[in-house]
């Protein structure tokens, strides 16, 4: 018995060490990245080219988040206006998309139609292809037609990117809510609209939370899209905004690090409110329907 023991001991450990080693090199691999830009942010410029084997500044230094925080500063006014860019190009991404993601989803998962198979699977083939496929003939397009540096075209082809993927979580999600209840509708005379909305809808919140936090981040995140569509100060991101922190001869790597670690606070933000509604609706929405 106590030589069983001892076995089972050993099975539980073995598992263990590996699930607490695996955690944490994910930690390493995602925190690093964070650590190591908060660490150039606050070393002086002259600092960082000092011949030294210390991790450490000797000198901790704001200076760098005083340049992006100060109004008066050059680089404080293209930050703000590169923040102020990615906010109206993320909402206007989530004005266009969500009901157009939302309706599509459960016309896809309630109502029988022709094409609506090829549709869904259509859906899948698009999420697979890269952004690089698309850019070149998007930027023709743009440039013919004169669409290049607008907020509301960008938007657009945030839109075309993240609504397959979108569509796909919540027309499953949707296909997963018991059909009785749709049925007891049409039975006291909703129509398939005043179904989804008195009936789908307020018990969806967790797949569309979900889905518009999903937008936002990836939104949020962009930087091969609107580095050729939207490269002009009255349009561009913040991501594309701190990558310019730099002159003919010198990167500010301090004043970058720092704009870096700034960009990430909304995102970050949404990501905690939102992120029990992200677990519930993915889990949820990932069953093939």
Request: hydrophobic share 50%.
């Amino acid at each position: 018995m106590k030589n069983d023991k001892k076995r089972n001991k050993t099975r539980k450990k073995g598992p263990d060490i590996l699930y607490s080693a695996a955690s944490l090199i994910f930690l390493v691999l995602t925190l690093g990245p964070f650590i190591w830009a908060f660490i150039i942010s606050v070393t002086p410029e002259y600092e960082m080219f000092t011949n030294t084997l210390n991790m450490l500044p000797k000198e901790f230094t704001l200076g760098n988040y005083e340049e992006l925080l100060n109004m008066e500063s050059q680089y404080s006014l293209r930050f703000s206006e590169g923040m102020i860019n990615s906010l109206k190009a993320v909402a206007l991404t989530l004005l266009i998309g969500q009901p157009v993601a939302v309706l599509t989803a459960y016309a896809l998962s309630s109502m029988k139609f022709k094409g609506r198979a090829f549709i869904r699977y259509g859906l899948l083939i698009t999420m697979v292809i890269p952004v690089f496929a698309t850019i070149i003939p998007l930027f023709r397009i743009f440039s013919e037609h004169r669409l290049l540096d607008k907020s509301f075209w960008l938007s657009l082809v945030y839109v075309s990117s993240f609504l397959p993927m979108n569509t796909w979580l919540m027309s499953n999600y949707f296909a997963s809510i018991p059909k009785e209840l749709s049925e007891a509708a049409r039975v006291d005379g909703c129509g398939y609209m005043g179904c989804f909305f008195k009936v789908i809808l307020p018990i969806s919140y967790p797949i569309i939370a979900a889905s518009a936090l999903i937008m936002f981040l990836s939104s949020w995140g962009q930087y091969q899209i609107p580095l050729i569509l939207a490269s002009s100060a009255a349009t561009k991101p913040v991501s594309i905004v701190t990558s310019e922190f730099m002159t003919k001869d010198t990167i500010f790597y301090g004043v970058t690090a720092a704009g870096g670690l700034l960009a990430v606070i909304p995102p970050a933000l949404m990501a905690l409110l939102f992120r029990k509604y992200l677990i519930t609706g993915m889990t949820q929405g990932s069953v093939k329907a």
